[in-house]
């Protein structure tokens, strides 16, 4: 009895104190603030295959999906994409970072990152869309 008293308080604190965290305000802002400038792409296929494996994050497109109003989840996605746009941001383009820095990333397996790709299985780029996105990035200006 003893036991089943300690796991139904165990419940009830869980309970209010994920109810208390939803009421931190940081990482419910989900803007998307304007694009003020695109690179200029080598084919409209080398967008499309960073819009979906790269722009969440790293540019002013982020698709906020439903469990980024969630705390603690919308803590780390806001986290992440704040970190993406301010690293560098497909809708703000100032020219290329270091040149083939982008590629590279891409090229290790960095980018996307593991955990994203199983939320958002559409960025898990094949071989030959692996090697057009790279092509795409290299020749960006």
Same mark, same amino acid.
């Given at each position: 009895?003893?036991i089943?008293?300690?796991?139904?308080?165990?419940?009830i604190?869980g309970?209010?104190?994920?109810?208390?965290?939803?009421?931190?305000?940081?990482?419910?802002?989900?803007?998307?603030?304007?694009?003020?400038? *695109?690179?200029t792409?080598?084919?409209?296929?080398?967008?499309?295959?960073a *819009?979906?494996?790269?722009?969440?994050?790293?540019?002013?497109q982020?698709?906020?999906?439903?469990?980024s109003?969630?705390a603690?989840?919308?803590?780390?996605?806001?986290?992440?994409?704040?970190?993406?746009?301010?690293?560098?941001?497909?809708?703000?383009?100032r020219?290329?970072? *270091?040149?083939?820095e982008?590629?590279?990333?891409?090229s290790?397996?960095?980018?996307?990152?593991?955990?994203?790709?199983?939320?958002?299985?559409?960025?898990?780029?094949s071989?030959? *869309?692996?090697?057009?996105?790279?092509?795409g990035?290299?020749?960006?200006?």
């Open positions: 009895m003893y089943k008293k300690m796991l139904l308080s165990i419940f604190i309970v209010v104190v994920f109810g208390l965290i939803q009421l931190i305000p940081y990482g419910h802002s989900h803007t998307n603030p304007p694009v003020t400038a *695109e690179p792409w080598d084919s409209p296929q080398s967008r499309a295959l *819009e979906r494996a790269c722009f969440s994050c790293h540019s002013n982020t698709t906020w999906p439903w469990y109003n969630v603690p989840v919308s803590w780390l996605i806001q986290r992440d994409v704040d970190g993406g746009r301010r690293r560098m941001n497909f809708s703000q383009w020219g290329m970072p *270091e040149s083939g982008l590629a590279e990333i891409v290790s397996g960095e980018m996307p990152p593991w955990f994203y790709v199983i939320m958002h299985p559409e960025a898990n780029l071989d030959a *869309e692996k090697t057009q996105l790279i092509s990035l290299n020749a960006l200006k």
